[in-house]
């Protein structure tokens, strides 16, 4: 049996900064995140075991801790709360997500309507909207273009992780509803593009697919949908402790992927695991897991 990564998977650059900010402040305790930094329960339990928490609001922080803002970022006012509290900051913000928010604060200055089109609950939009001074808005379909002001300039920004096609979609129908100047910053990440490209193209080529990654993990669960079209023998599991020999069985070639807030330690175990499987030794196939390719 033949065992294939996609590549790339896993965590992207801005998680896996905010995972080594995270964990560099077991060096500045007492220390806890300002939500989740990740959807991962094994790290997040880890990460308790170093001594860094995580709390939901700025609230429950003492003066002279140690605040640890996640990759989708924070708004000012948070960053003012924090100062205001004595707190110590160590940003994990996403570069990227950094320069979502410098765009909309910018187009806000300049006079321009800041439109941020992505999901309306994410945080990371709520943290750009925070930059968009007092007009900002969010519209998540076509059907909220609606509520956007006219005025003669509008700067749009979309969510990183926003699906390009259907941004064009919204952004047509946006400029023939509201026609004016517009200053299109096209802030979209491709690293989960590229993941899900990777997952995708494995898929059809492996008779029995893992995808690897929390149970609330939103872009896990995109990914076990995306592969389970292609590929329907496709399991998600959370660590190598849900592998069973009855998975793989008749299988030759499997493929293994993992959402964007899955630790590489997670996928390395799943695969060794999968490499001391029995069904393999009995069949004595030759594995070839590309992890560290
Ligand atoms: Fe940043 Fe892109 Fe990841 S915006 S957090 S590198 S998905």
Known sequence: ???????????????????EIAEGAVNSLPAATLGPLI????????????G??????LDQFSEGETVIFRS???????????IEKNLKILDATCPNVKTSQRKAQQAFEEGYQPIIVGEKNHPEVKSILAFAGKNGIIIESKEDIGEVPLVSKYCVIIQTTFELAKFEEILQALQAARPGEYRVERTICLATKERQNAAAKLAAEVDAFIVIGGRNSANTRHLTELVSAICPRCYQIETAAELSPEMFQGCRKIGISAGASTPERIIKEAVKAMENMEINKVEGNE???MLDA
């Open 39 to 50: 959807h991962n329960p094994q790290f997040t339990d880890e990460l308790a075991a170093k």
């Open 1 to 19: 049996m033949k065992i294939i990564l996609a590549d790339p998977c896993g965590f992207c650059y801005g998680v896996k900064r905010a995972v």
């Open 287 to 289: 594995f070839e897991a």
């Open 72 to 82: 989708h970022g924070v708004g000012p006012d948070i960053y003012e709360q924090a």
């Open 52 to 57: 860094v928490g995580c709390k939901d609001s």
